[in-house]
């Protein structure tokens, strides 16, 4: 009798945490969403599928199907803090293509299916989740940053699936090498970054002369630091040599900040996290410095602002993208849609801090598709290492990397959003432009 | 004394057998991953219970495995070292680690040895985390992978890569198993028991406590570094936080579900857990052949919301906590007593109703 | 100079997180590994109370120890009650409840970076030197949170009744001590702090699924290098752990800051593992 | 030269000096008792002896060789068996396994022969379990051989702890109040059995309160806090007026 009293005890223990976690928080009310995204197009598939071939549709005899597309990120663990709204993203671009009548290529029309799986920040887990996928069927994945997915590349090279990271750090790992013929980029990751970044630094802040950098351990490694200079010749900036690393979980960010301010650099940049970098900039400001500060990590700024405090908040830029009204007109249409279907799916939050990584990589495998005029991973391949240009969600975007992974076109240069902080700006900071690049 | 031990036994030939054949016939990439993150927490759950029985509860048990895969990893990426000498020296540097940490704490009892290993394990994968030479927080990337170190016999046996992976791992967890059930089972056994009931009375008798100690510690971390050292060659990618305080909760876990009564507990252990544990994995995967519309609706659903899994795990990690004492494999048992007790309210209810009749 | 105020607070809040784990170590006998998700939660839980529902941060966090109480007492119930003597069953649940907690604030955690409102903002500079107002806020409070305890457990009656629990339970019961409430009493507390702590270090440095993990080894090695049934040794250990893990942040770039720390505590244990002021409980 | 001897042994813990000084040897096949009152510091004696105790100072020589730092493991493999005053057991273990698993040392087989289960392996495990039922015959409990210990009636369990020693084949067995808590007729059946020790060749050392053990002693040492207070025949003993005293306090 004991016993069952301890059970219903640990049971009601269990039902105490699990609706305080629950009940008050927007957010997680927010993951539980995609089950009705998920469900009703999946519902709405196979209604198509039953509709018989031959009920002549008006415009073209297309043919229907659907295709399944595989989503490999950490939803769980450490890492879920980046890759979260590269699920509810790269869901809400499945559901904005299959509203607006599927995707066609040929003469098929394509429902999209997604598949979606969880690395949970751990590299066993994340093998497991890629090998169920291949089961699963999917042709074409979209993955989490570079460094992770390279345990799990020669899974996906031998069943013949393209898989394309939706941002590649620093391809330190050698994700984009020739032995993975299939492997691509749906983000130029940090090539793309340093370079907005700097050109936002010329463009913004023209009396900025020096830089130091300043990241995590596993975003920047020393070797990179001749990369830098190559990106900050164009403008003149010089790149100190002193590198200011921090460890990804540190507790306390004031012994970084005296670094900074004793290099002595006009500003200190790198694609640190939100927290990290909001934590760093308030230790800086703590020590009176007006250092500026360059975050090319691809958050909004107003998250960054959250850990910074706003007194801290001023003379600094980030790269996130904007989604209040005023700025949308500068966004390219299809970002401003998407970024509503985000919004009305997974709640305002999910759509305040957008990034578009996932969503832009899944999209750039479509155009591909179309360019291929198959849905074969070796067509599309080819169509990709074509090169040239396309409309990606972020406008103009430019085909290439050879020379910086030396694997011929398999990743992009696509325009970065600028967001300047501005204490006397509404919100305290100021939606700039977006700047177009195109990486070598 | 006999009629149990072979009882065990056969169970035991079963488990092989079947685990033997069945990645034969699901030969899906996933059912093979899952057989072998099966066999992989059964090595770890059974190298526990060696310690478990001479009176400790080790904490370290990830560690040790995180150590045996770092040594065969890095062996193999900076001197190309082969893998049938990369995976015995992981194991080899397991044991000698483990011996050095353990004996420390050898001597001490339950919670101090518990607390001590702990601190020990967490310490070991910390240093690998500050070392750049093991990669940092990035993990040590490219390890030579097995399956192509494998691809030759793989060709000979006609077997897919992964699955000349998984009879690899299969052979090698075999060969600890078989360390592990002749150490019980054979007079060290006896004499590790007999430490754990009285460490006073074992040292009059002759046995040295340290030495035995550390004779469990040692056999538990080579078969930790063993498996850690071949599954570092198979998941090509290794980071130290897959070493950590959750692997050797969750190896804890394998065993205690599956109940220390007998040798075959910790399997059963490992077999249930791990199965609930990739569930989410396992469905996603099954989704792509089957073709009942409802079932691959649930898997995406699943697939989708797997952050929930963990809920699942945590509550017949409770259920067994509260109502089976003996753990999975104590289950026949829990029923006798359970009927047992109720016949013996029975009875008193009778005599109660027929004294006062 | 600034390495002292960072080393003071970090120690303050070792010793409150730890001090509720101690009370169960040296009260009941037993070790409860889920300290750490608790300590996790109740950052959550105050986060969401003020971000999300609006609620002046102290308020919140008044709250969360309450709950977080009423959770410690749920905890001696269902768990410490029922095994005390069988450490098996407490370590299954406790990872039980690890994984809860840990499952909660994955889902919680989302994209959105959290992060608890500071308590206290503004500088003001003492000696020169320029000190933000919430680590003097937080190291008061933490301080006085600490001084009440020590008052309770060492002037109080039910200090006394703690004391005579911990020495024999069976021998305080027999004196007609009520252990059970005495033990939940012990736990509430003891939760209740992590909760504290827990939201301390929200606001300081913000929530993350792994603050659990890092806390609980801190704590659990706090507590064994002060050595059983000692609880003012746990306020040296506790500033020790302080002062090496700013020095080490300060002196080792990358990992090698969070990995020396625990390192050198590792040493010292192994000098000393029964604890430097303990007794042979 | 004598079996066992001891020379200035003292043990002090913190203030209290629990030995002082005694010099104290036993010649090979006596039966000789180690007697005093409660508290008077006998346990200490065996604890000092096994090495489970480190003297504060004073040497403990054994068969030639000084044993003082000696630890219980090598202590038991020169040979001395010993029971304990609070007689623990292996009690998941039955009575015949408790017996079995004392034949560590004699006949030891290394590691790796039990391990792979080698012939000398073997052949030891057939000869302990024939010698460990006459161990068990010899002390009459072969009617109790496969029950748990732990659920004996504490005479058998008493008996059991002196079977375990006696299966690690000693020259020296140092019996901790064999006789405590036993009925009359179990008192009877030990002292025969601890008196046909030394046909077997086995020197006992006895600490025991019960007086019936003085029949079978050929000597005593008395001892009362720590002091050697008597040394000679169990006829002598009864006489000696400080014995007395001790014992019954005052003069007869």
């Not at chain 1, 992974?405 to 700006?425: F, K, L, Q």
């Amino acid at each position: 009798m004991k016993k069952l009293i301890a059970l219903l005890l640990a049971m009601a223990m269990v039902f105490a945490l699990v609706s305080c976690g629950s009940s008050s928080a927007p957010a997680s009310s927010g993951a539980a969403a995609p089950a009705e995204s998920a469900a009703p197009a999946q519902d709405a598939a196979p209604a198509q599928d039953a509709a018989p071939a031959e009920d002549s549709a008006p415009a073209e005899a297309t043919k229907t199907d659907t295709l399944k597309v595989g989503l490999m990120v950490h939803t769980t663990g450490w890492f879920a803090g980046v890759d979260t709204p590269n699920y509810n993203e790269f869901n809400a671009m499945v559901k904005f293509i299959n509203d607006n009548g599927g995707w066609t290529v040929g003469d098929t029309t394509y429902t999209l299916e997604a598949v979606c799986v969880d690395g949970q920040s751990d590299y066993p887990a994340l093998r497991t989740a890629a090998m169920s996928l291949v089961d699963s069927g999917v042709k074409f994945v979209v993955e989490t940053n570079d460094f992770w997915v390279n345990s799990c590349a020669d899974v996906f090279e031998d069943e013949g699936i393209l898989h394309a990271s939706a941002y590649c750090v620093s391809n330190a790992t050698g994700y984009l090498i020739p032995e993975n013929p299939l492997a691509f980029t749906g983000s130029d990751g940090t090539v793309g970054d340093y370079q907005a970044c700097f050109a936002a630094l010329h463009e913004y802040y023209p009396d900025v002369k020096s830089v130091v950098l300043a990241n995590d351990d596993n975003g920047l490694s020393t070797e990179s630091l001749d990369l830098m200079r190559s990106y900050a010749a164009p403008y003149d900036i010089e790149v100190l040599d002193t590198m200011v690393i921090y460890p990804g979980d540190t507790t306390d960010y004031s012994s970084y900040a005296k670094q900074i301010v004793d290099s002595g650099a006009d500003a200190f940049m790198g694609n640190g996290s939100p927290d990290a970098y909001g934590n760093l900039l308030k230790a800086v400001r703590a020590l009176g410095a007006d250092t500026v500060m360059a975050c090319a990590q691809g958050k909004p700024i107003s998250m960054l602002m959250e850990y910074a405090g706003e007194k801290a908040s001023y003379n600094g830029f980030s790269l996130g993208t904007s989604s209040r009204e005023a700025d949308q007109a500068k966004n390219p249409q299809m970002l401003n849609d998407l970024v509503q279907v985000v919004a009305q799916e997974y709640g305002d939050d999910a759509a305040a801090t957008f990034d578009g990584a996932a969503a832009n990589t899944l999209y750039m495998m479509l155009l591909m598709m179309q360019k291929a005029g198959s849905v074969e991973p070796k067509d599309v391949a080819a169509a990709w290492t074509a090169g040239g240009q396309v409309e990606s969600i972020y406008g103009t975007t430019n085909i290439g990397g050879t020379e910086t992974y030396g694997v011929e076109n398999h990743a992009i240069g696509h325009p970065r959003p600028v967001s300047v902080m501005n204490p006397d700006a509404e919100g305290g900071w100021e939606f700039k432009d977006w700047i177009e690049i195109s990486i070598p | 004394m006999k009629q149990p031990v072979l009882k065990g036994k056969l169970s035991l030939l079963i488990l092989c057998v079947l685990f033997f054949v069945l990645p034969l016939a699901l030969n899906s990439r996933s059912w093979v991953d899952l057989f072998i993150t099966i066999v992989v927490n059964m090595v770890g759950a059974v190298a526990l219970r060696l310690i478990v029985i001479s009176g400790n509860l080790s904490f370290a048990q990830g560690a040790f495995m995180g150590v045996g895969a770092y040594t065969a990893g890095m062996l193999a990426v900076y001197l190309n070292v082969p893998i049938w000498l990369s995976i015995p020296a992981g194991a080899i540097m397991a044991t000698i680690v483990g011996l050095i940490t353990g004996w420390p704490f050898a001597r001490l009892k339950s919670v101090y040895f518990s607390m001590g290993t702990m601190f020990m394990g967490q310490a070991l994968m910390l240093m690998i985390s500050a070392w750049p030479l093991a990669g940092g927080a990035l993990g040590l990337q490219r390890i030579p992978s097995l399956t192509s170190a494998l691809s030759g016999v793989a060709d000979v046996l006609h077997l897919k890569g992964y699955q000349a992976c998984y009879y690899l791992i299969f052979l090698l967890a075999l060969f600890c198993l078989v360390i592990m059930y002749r150490m019980e089972h054979c007079r060290i056994g006896t004499t590790l028991r007999a430490l754990a009931q009285s460490e006073e009375v074992a040292a009059s008798i002759g046995v040295n406590p340290t030495f035995y100690r550390l004779l469990a510690v040692g056999t538990s971390c080579f078969c930790m570094g063993l498996i850690g050292g071949v599954q570092s060659h198979y998941l090509t990618t290794i980071s130290y936080s897959s070493y950590g305080m959750n692997t050797t909760l969750w190896i804890i876990m394998y065993m205690m579900i599956g109940g220390t009564g007998k040798f075959v507990g910790p399997l059963y252990g490992a077999i249930v857990i791990s199965i609930v544990q990739g569930i989410a994995n396992l469905l996603t995967s099954l989704s792509g052949s089957s073709n009942n519309e409802s079932f691959v609706a649930f898997a995406h659903w699943l697939g989708a919301n797997s952050a929930y899994t963990p809920f699942l795990t945590a509550a017949v990690l409770l259920v067994v906590a509260y109502l089976l004492p003996g753990g999975l494999v104590g289950i026949p048992d829990t029923i006798r007593a359970n009927r047992a007790r109720r016949a013996e309210k029975k009875e008193a209810a009778e005599i109660a109703k027929g004294g006062s009749k | 100079m600034q390495i002292v105020i960072n080393a003071l607070v970090l120690g303050i809040m070792y010793i409150l997180a730890a001090l509720g784990f101690a009370f169960i170590f040296n009260m009941l006998g037993t070790i409860n590994l889920g300290h750490g998700a608790l300590y996790m939660v109740g950052a959550y839980l105050c986060y969401y109370l003020c971000a999300a529902a609006g609620i002046n941060n102290w308020i919140a966090m008044i709250i969360s120890a309450a709950v977080l109480a009423v959770v410690g007492l749920l905890l001696e119930r269902v768990m410490f009650r029922l095994f005390l003597d069988n450490f098996d069953r407490i370590v299954m649940i406790s990872v039980g409840i690890i994984t809860i907690c840990q499952t909660i604030a994955n889902l919680l955690t989302g994209s959105k970076a959290l992060v608890i409102p500071s308590y206290a903002n503004g500088l003001t500079t003492i000696f020169g030197m320029s000190i933000s107002n919430e680590r003097l806020v937080t190291f008061g409070v933490g301080l006085l949170l600490l001084l009440a305890t020590l008052y309770v457990v060492n002037y109080t009656a039910l200090g006394r009744q703690m004391e005579a629990v911990a020495q024999d339970r069976l021998g305080a019961a027999l004196q007609g001590i009520n252990t059970n409430r005495v033990s939940a009493a012990v736990c509430a507390i003891g939760v209740g702090l992590a909760a504290v702590a827990g939201c301390f270090m929200g606001a300081y440095l913000g929530l993350s699924s792994s603050m659990g993990d890092t806390m609980n080894l801190r704590i659990l090695m706090l507590v064994m290098l002060a050595g059983a049934g000692s609880m003012n040794g746990i306020i040296i250990t506790g500033t020790v752990m302080g002062f090496l893990d700013a020095i080490c942040q300060m002196a080792f770039a990358g990992n090698a800051g969070s990995a020396v720390p625990i390192i050198i505590i590792v040493i010292l244990l192994l000098i000393k593992p029964k604890g430097f002021f303990g007794h042979d409980a | 030269m004598h079996l066992l001897e001891t020379s200035g042994l003292t043990k002090r813990f913190g203030g209290l000096t629990v030995m002082h000084d005694l010099d104290f040897h036993i010649d090979e096949g006596e039966i000789k008792g180690f007697l005093g009152p409660n508290g008077a510091g006998k346990s200490t004696f065996f604890n000092l002896i096994t090495g489970v105790l480190m003297p504060t100072s004073g040497h403990i020589f054994y068969a030639g060789n000084e044993i003082t730092k000696a630890k219980p493991h090598q202590v038991a493999k020169m040979g001395i068996g010993r029971t304990f005053q609070l007689n623990p057991l292996f009690g998941d273990f039955t009575v015949f396994e408790n017996v079995t698993a004392a034949y560590h040392l004699r006949p030891h087989s290394t590691v790796p022969q039990v391990f792979f289960n080698s012939k000398v392996y073997k052949e030891n495990e057939k000869y302990i379990a024939e010698s460990a039922d006459e161990v068990l015959e010899f002390l009459g409990l072969t009617h109790v051989r496969n029950e748990l210990a732990k659920n004996l009636p504490h005479g058998y369990q008493k008996i059991l702890g002196v079977a375990r020693a006696l299966a690690t084949k000693p020259k020296l067995l140092l019996l901790d109040e064999p006789l405590g808590g036993m009925n009359p007729e179990e008192i009877d059946f030990s002292i025969k059995a601890i008196s046909k020790m030394r046909d077997k060749g086995i020197t006992v050392l006895v600490v025991e309160h019960n007086m019936q053990i003085l029949d079978i002693l050929d000597s005593v040492t008395v001892i009362s806090f720590g002091e050697k207070i008597f040394e000679g025949t169990p006829e002598g003993m009864r006489q000696d007026p400080t014995v007395i005293s001790t014992y019954f306090g005052g003069t007869v």
